[in-house]
């Protein structure tokens, strides 16, 4: 079992680009979740894909826009990136019902 | 939302127990309380997690307090591999929506 698997790990964009993370969850999970952790604070929850529509969104602007696949892997996108949106952005799967959200790795998001 | 209060930092002697304290005193009866640590920025690892009763895995012990107001984390012989931020999250039964605070960190010293 692989766990959760995020790409790229790491990413250079530049200010008013437009980026897209992918995530696949750990087999047999159906629910994904998006964090953003800025360097030296905790993750902040951004939006929650079950059943391949948001179930849950953080306070975050709607530059910040998910999918999820049939297959239950998803995709963040982030629209006219800004300076403050580098951070690393992690993906946690768990089975609606389940005990806990195992996370992946994270991409390191750098914009210049 | 619950939120948690945990100390900024911590030191541990190796081969000593950790005990890592947590606050939550706006807890309410269906949130659970967690456990995750983060080592040197990787993604987040589950450790723990209760209810009411204590808890013990192959990692850690959680005791919660009665009122559940408060809980602590103990790691019972602590590594250097152990060295990492610990995040104590209150997440409520029907939802995977964490919210982390800052954590702890706790430094296991040689």
């Excluded at chain 1, 998803?74 to 389940?98: F, I, M, R, T």
């Excluded at chain 2, 204590?54 to 250097?80: F, Y």
Aim: proline residues 4%; neutral net charge; glycine residues 8%.
């Amino acid at each position: 079992d692989a766990g959760v698997t995020q790409s790229p790990t790491h990413l250079i964009k530049t200010r008013g680009q437009q980026v897209t993370l992918r995530c696949s969850p750990k087999s047999g999970h159906d629910t994904v979740s998006w964090y953003q952790q800025a360097l030296g604070q905790g993750p902040q929850f951004i939006f929650q894909y079950y059943e391949e529509e948001e179930r849950q969104r953080g306070n975050f602007p709607d530059r910040f826009s998910g999918h999820q696949f049939p297959n239950y892997s998803s995709e963040l996108n982030v629209n006219a990136l800004l300076l403050g949106d580098s951070a690393l952005y992690l993906c946690a799967s768990s089975l609606k019902g389940g005990v806990e959200a195992f996370f992946g790795q994270g991409t390191r998001l750098t914009v210049v | 939302d619950a939120k948690t209060t945990q100390p900024t930092s911590m030191d541990c002697a190796e081969g000593r127990a950790a005990n890592l304290p947590c606050n939550h005193s706006t807890i309410s009866g269906n949130e659970y309380v967690y456990w995750y640590r983060q080592i040197h920025s990787q993604g987040p690892q589950y450790i723990i997690h209760g209810l009411k009763n204590n808890e013990t895995n192959e990692m850690a012990s959680l005791i919660i307090t009665e009122d559940r107001k408060s809980s602590t984390l103990i790691l019972p012989h602590a590594t250097l591999r152990d060295t990492a931020v610990y995040y104590c999250i209150v997440r409520a039964s029907a939802t995977y929506k964490y919210i982390f605070g800052t954590g702890t960190r706790l430094k296991v010293l040689a």
